[in-house]
Protein backbone atom coordinates (compact mmCIF):
# COMPACT_ATOMS: atom_id res chain seq x y z
CA UNK A 1 0.00 0.00 0.00
CA UNK A 2 1.41 3.33 -1.07
CA UNK A 3 1.65 6.82 1.35
CA UNK A 4 -0.92 7.85 -0.87
CA UNK A 5 -3.24 5.12 -0.69
CA UNK A 6 -3.06 4.31 3.36
CA UNK A 7 -3.92 8.23 3.44
CA UNK A 8 -7.07 7.36 1.29
CA UNK A 9 -8.44 4.88 2.61
CA UNK A 10 -7.94 6.09 6.60
CA UNK A 11 -9.83 9.49 5.00
CA UNK A 12 -12.85 6.67 3.72
CA UNK A 13 -12.91 4.78 6.69
CA UNK A 14 -12.86 8.21 9.32
CA UNK A 15 -15.21 6.08 11.88
CA UNK A 16 -15.02 2.84 10.45
CA UNK A 17 -13.85 0.69 13.61
CA UNK A 18 -14.60 -2.98 12.62
CA UNK A 19 -12.16 -4.58 10.09
CA UNK A 20 -8.53 -5.12 10.30
CA UNK A 21 -5.59 -1.97 9.04
CA UNK A 22 -2.50 -3.43 7.58
CA UNK A 23 1.06 -2.29 9.28
CA UNK A 24 1.41 0.03 6.21
CA UNK A 25 -2.24 1.90 6.00
CA UNK A 26 -1.73 2.47 9.92
CA UNK A 27 2.08 3.80 9.58
CA UNK A 28 1.58 5.97 6.23
CA UNK A 29 -1.37 7.46 7.81
CA UNK A 30 0.35 7.85 11.36
CA UNK A 31 3.30 9.79 8.79
CA UNK A 32 0.48 11.70 7.08
CA UNK A 33 -0.49 12.93 10.40
CA UNK A 34 2.85 13.73 12.11
CA UNK A 35 4.31 15.37 8.82
CA UNK A 36 1.06 17.32 8.51
CA UNK A 37 1.02 18.88 12.09
CA UNK A 38 4.70 19.81 12.16
CA UNK A 39 4.35 21.95 8.72
CA UNK A 40 1.24 23.12 9.43
CA UNK A 41 2.61 24.59 12.82
CA UNK A 42 5.64 26.34 10.97
CA UNK A 43 2.73 27.70 8.90
CA UNK A 44 0.50 28.57 11.82
CA UNK A 45 4.23 30.66 12.97
CA UNK A 46 4.69 31.97 9.58
CA UNK A 47 0.84 33.38 9.45
CA UNK A 48 0.00 34.46 12.74
CA UNK A 49 3.21 35.22 14.57
CA UNK A 50 4.31 33.82 17.65
CA UNK A 51 4.43 35.60 20.88
CA UNK A 52 6.40 35.09 23.80
CA UNK A 53 5.30 34.18 27.06
CA UNK A 54 6.96 33.49 30.17
CA UNK A 55 6.78 30.62 31.71
CA UNK A 56 8.46 30.67 34.19
CA UNK A 57 10.72 33.22 36.22
CA UNK A 58 12.88 33.88 33.05
CA UNK A 59 12.27 31.44 30.77
CA UNK A 60 10.52 32.63 27.85
CA UNK A 61 8.93 30.04 25.03
CA UNK A 62 7.66 31.67 21.64
CA UNK A 63 4.15 29.99 20.76
CA UNK A 64 2.03 30.61 17.91
CA UNK A 65 -1.65 30.30 18.23
CA UNK A 66 -1.86 27.21 15.89
CA UNK A 67 -5.10 27.48 14.18
CA UNK A 68 -4.48 25.28 11.06
CA UNK A 69 -2.86 22.50 13.44
CA UNK A 70 -5.25 22.51 15.99
CA UNK A 71 -7.57 22.12 12.86
CA UNK A 72 -5.66 19.60 11.23
CA UNK A 73 -5.54 17.66 14.55
CA UNK A 74 -9.39 17.92 14.96
CA UNK A 75 -9.87 16.68 11.08
CA UNK A 76 -7.42 13.65 12.00
CA UNK A 77 -8.10 12.71 15.62
CA UNK A 78 -11.07 10.19 14.33
CA UNK A 79 -9.48 8.92 11.30
CA UNK A 80 -6.22 8.14 13.40
CA UNK A 81 -8.17 6.43 16.09
CA UNK A 82 -10.23 4.47 13.62
CA UNK A 83 -7.09 3.08 12.17
CA UNK A 84 -5.16 2.29 15.04
CA UNK A 85 -8.11 0.56 16.31
CA UNK A 86 -8.43 -1.44 13.18
CA UNK A 87 -4.67 -2.17 13.29
CA UNK A 88 -5.03 -3.77 16.90
CA UNK A 89 -7.80 -5.88 15.65
CA UNK A 90 -4.67 -6.55 12.61
CA UNK A 91 -2.73 -8.36 15.07
CA UNK A 92 -5.72 -10.37 16.53
CA UNK A 93 -6.02 -7.56 19.77
CA UNK A 94 -9.59 -5.90 20.79
CA UNK A 95 -9.25 -2.17 19.51
CA UNK A 96 -9.30 -1.50 23.38
CA UNK A 97 -5.64 -2.07 23.78
CA UNK A 98 -5.19 1.29 21.67
CA UNK A 99 -6.51 2.88 24.91
CA UNK A 100 -4.43 0.87 27.15
CA UNK A 101 -2.18 4.42 28.12
CA UNK A 102 -5.28 5.98 28.61
CA UNK A 103 -6.55 3.41 31.24
CA UNK A 104 -3.88 3.46 32.83
CA UNK A 105 -3.63 7.11 33.58
CA UNK A 106 -7.06 7.45 34.90
CA UNK A 107 -6.50 4.45 36.85
CA UNK A 108 -3.25 6.24 38.17
CA UNK A 109 -5.40 9.38 38.95
CA UNK A 110 -8.20 7.42 40.57
CA UNK A 111 -5.78 6.09 42.74
CA UNK A 112 -4.10 9.34 43.52
CA UNK A 113 -7.87 10.74 44.91
CA UNK A 114 -7.94 7.57 47.08
CA UNK A 115 -4.85 8.08 48.58
CA UNK A 116 -5.25 11.69 49.39
CA UNK A 117 -8.59 10.72 50.91
CA UNK A 118 -7.32 8.54 53.03
CA UNK A 119 -4.12 11.13 53.95
CA UNK A 120 -6.96 13.37 55.20
CA UNK A 121 -8.24 11.09 57.64
CA UNK A 122 -5.30 9.12 59.25
CA UNK A 123 -2.99 10.20 61.64
CA UNK A 124 0.41 9.27 63.48
CA UNK A 125 2.14 6.91 62.85
CA UNK A 126 -0.56 4.48 61.30
CA UNK A 127 -1.13 7.51 58.52
CA UNK A 128 2.91 7.45 58.01
CA UNK A 129 3.17 3.76 57.16
CA UNK A 130 0.48 3.75 54.76
CA UNK A 131 1.24 6.84 53.03
CA UNK A 132 4.83 5.09 52.88
CA UNK A 133 3.36 2.05 51.24
CA UNK A 134 1.49 3.75 48.96
CA UNK A 135 3.96 6.01 47.84
CA UNK A 136 6.15 2.76 46.90
CA UNK A 137 2.44 2.01 44.79
CA UNK A 138 2.17 4.99 42.97
CA UNK A 139 6.15 5.41 42.15
CA UNK A 140 4.85 1.38 40.32
CA UNK A 141 1.91 3.08 38.87
CA UNK A 142 4.13 5.75 37.38
CA UNK A 143 6.26 3.65 36.00
CA UNK A 144 4.01 1.50 34.31
CA UNK A 145 2.14 5.13 33.07
CA UNK A 146 5.61 5.51 31.24
CA UNK A 147 5.76 2.26 29.70
CA UNK A 148 2.30 1.67 28.39
CA UNK A 149 2.42 3.85 25.67
CA UNK A 150 5.43 1.58 24.58
CA UNK A 151 3.52 -1.77 24.62
CA UNK A 152 1.03 -0.13 22.41
CA UNK A 153 3.50 0.73 20.06
CA UNK A 154 5.41 -2.76 20.14
CA UNK A 155 1.43 -4.13 19.58
CA UNK A 156 0.86 -1.73 16.32
CA UNK A 157 4.21 -3.23 15.00
CA UNK A 158 2.86 -6.52 15.57
CA UNK A 159 2.92 -8.66 12.10
CA UNK A 160 -0.97 -9.19 10.93
CA UNK A 161 -2.30 -12.54 11.55
CA UNK A 162 -2.65 -14.49 8.67
CA UNK A 163 -6.24 -15.50 7.12
CA UNK A 164 -8.55 -14.35 8.44
CA UNK A 165 -9.16 -13.59 12.36
CA UNK A 166 -12.41 -12.83 14.67
CA UNK A 167 -12.28 -9.35 13.44
CA UNK A 168 -11.83 -9.94 9.33
CA UNK A 169 -10.12 -11.19 6.54
CA UNK A 170 -6.53 -9.88 6.37
CA UNK A 171 -6.21 -6.75 4.09
CA UNK A 172 -3.02 -7.86 2.54
CA UNK A 173 -4.58 -10.68 1.18
CA UNK A 174 -7.82 -9.12 0.08
CA UNK A 175 -7.49 -7.36 -3.35
CA UNK A 176 -10.35 -4.68 -3.90
Same mark, same amino acid.
Given at each position: MSFAD??????????????? @??? !?EYWWFTLFVVGGSLALSVLDA?? =??????????GVIEYRSEGVLATGFF??? %?? !?? %???????MHDSG????????? %???MV????????????? @???AG? %??????????????VAFLIFLISPLIVVYWLTRPSEP???? =????????? !?
Open positions: AVTTCLRKFATFSGR @ASR !PAL =FGARAVEVAPLVT %LL !PG %LAAGWRRRSGLHLLYP %LIVGIGGFASVVSGLD @AVLD %LRAILFGASAIVMHGSNR =FGPNPQEVR !P
